[in-house]
């Protein structure tokens, strides 16, 4: 993985982090404004990813309260952020995989923040 700080991963191919942000914010996951001020300061500060060309955040899935919402898509140099989220749930449903290290840690913090979540579940996928 590039830049990792542990020499074991530098074989490996990347990392995704899987986050359920539940109990957020709702004016905030509701907003399409918000989310593209998330995904640049994530991608720009916080995981020092170099973003390729605009995100993509439509507002779809109108027909049914469960599927509406923003969905988001941003590349990267190093793979790709990706996130649903969930009005009528409160929640957001993100992944970020690259084949660069990035501190999970601080990722994490960071999104819980932004959104406000009373509650996080988080996955992290090494990828050989």
Not at 63 to 82: A, F, H, K, M, W
Not at 84 to 106: Q, T
């Amino acid at each position: 993985m590039l830049n990792s700080p542990d020499p074991k991963e530098k074989t490996m191919f990347g990392q995704e982090l899987i986050l359920n942000l539940y109990d957020c914010n709702l004016e905030t996951i509701s907003s399409g404004e918000k989310i593209k001020e998330f995904v640049v300061e994530l991608c720009d500060k916080v995981i020092h990813m170099k973003r390729y060309g605009e995100a993509l955040i439509p507002h779809f899935g109108h027909e049914n309260p469960i599927t509406s919402g923003y969905s988001l898509v941003q590349l990267i140099e190093t793979s790709n952020v990706s996130a649903h989220f969930s009005e009528y749930k409160k929640s957001v449903y993100l992944n970020i995989f690259s084949c660069a290290w990035y501190d999970v840690e601080k990722t994490i913090a960071y999104c819980k923040k932004f959104f406000g979540a009373g509650r996080v579940e988080s996955h992290l996928l090494k990828r050989e």
